[in-house]
């Protein structure tokens, strides 16, 4: 079967029709996890029978919901908006996680992989239930692209790490890393460019962060780096400095040159703030920043105080 033809050149809509749901059945089929097929307006289009072992939901029951629906209020705004990233940023995948109400007020905490396609125009969603103790536990704090721990493996990793850093009285920094450049490599050389961009900037990152700390894919082009041995300023700036240029340097992808860089806003603990979220956002305005600025940069949290 002649595939580039049947989407390129016929033209008969039905026979279309029959190539994506038999794709999208034998994929639902097949997979050992959870999978879901979202539409646009975020209703659950179909899914596997795996979701009644975690969520206690029946395929049937699930189809014609809308996601919405079972994401606990407080989780909302940020799982619908790293869903719209995927249409609106050019972002071929994402990682993301939130509390799924199963009913009677029960919930359990998924993790979300998440692929746009617009030749469905819909969300293909593999998830993960971290509870389950088997291979699925390992793989749901894992970024499947990267490889990085991913946001469900920092939200448990983060509280512990102040917890411990305010026992002994230690510094501990929160680094906030966007990709400059990354939607032009998307635009220009495709989506498979840009996962292979995001592939190597991740291993460029975990060379440099080293045993220092951890490196972690939020989702998109967003990682966060957490140095544990943030001892002082200078460190955490020269180790900052060293991954702005590792990033800035020249890729070579389907053998053309990319140039891309790095905006990075960094936050400090206790100083700019004593738990996760508060970290997370000082670090997230001060990367807003050095994209004001003039990007390819890094700076601390405005109320960063010297030492």
């Known amino acids: ?10 033209s008969d809509p039905y026979v279309l029709e029959r190539l994506f749901y038999v794709e999208r059945y034998a994929w639902l089929s097949l997979s050992p996890d959870m999978c879901a097929v979202v539409s646009l307006e975020g209703q659950f289009e179909d899914v596997n029978t795996h979701w009644e072992k975690s969520t206690g939901l029946s395929r049937e029951q699930l189809q014609g919901s809308y996601l919405m629906e079972h994401i606990h209020f407080d ?10 990233k995927l249409i609106t940023s050019d972002i071929g995948s994402t990682t993301f996680s939130f509390r799924f109400m199963c009913g009677e007020d029960k919930h359990i905490r998924l993790n979300w992989n998440v692929i746009f396609s617009p030749d469905h125009n819909a969300y293909f ?3 993960h239930d971290p509870s389950e103790v088997t291979d699925a536990e390992r793989l749901a704090y894992r970024d499947v692209l990267t490889g990085l721990k991913n946001r469900l493996a920092l939200e448990d990793d983060l509280p512990n790490l102040l917890t411990d850093a305010g026992e002994i009285d230690a510094r501990l920094a929160v680094l906030f890393i966007d990709l400059d450049g990354f939607k032009e490599v998307n635009d220009n050389l495709g989506h498979k460019a840009g996962d292979t961009l995001l592939m190597r900037a991740a291993r460029r990152m975990n ?8 490196t972690y894919r939020l989702g998109g082009d967003e990682f966060i780096v957490v140095l544990q041995r943030a001892s002082d300023r200078g460190f955490i700036a020269g180790m900052a400095g060293q991954i702005v240029e590792r ?7 389907d053998g053309q040159r990319v140039a891309t860089g790095a905006s990075m806003g960094i936050a400090t603990f206790p100083t700019d703030g004593k738990d996760m979220e508060g970290l997370l956002e000082a670090a997230d305005r001060a990367m807003y920043k050095v994209k004001h600025d ?6 601390f949290s405005c109320d960063d105080k010297e030492d």
């Open 1 to 10: 079967m002649d595939l580039d033809w049947l989407i390129n050149e016929c």
């Open 75 to 84: 989780d909302r705004e940020r799982a619908l908006a790293d869903l719209q």
């Open 125 to 127: 969603c593999t998830v």
């Open 207 to 214: 060379y440099v962060v080293g045993q220092s700390g951890t």
């Open 247 to 253: 990033l800035r340097s020249h890729y070579v992808i």
């Open 294 to 299: 003039g990007k390819n940069n890094f700076a």
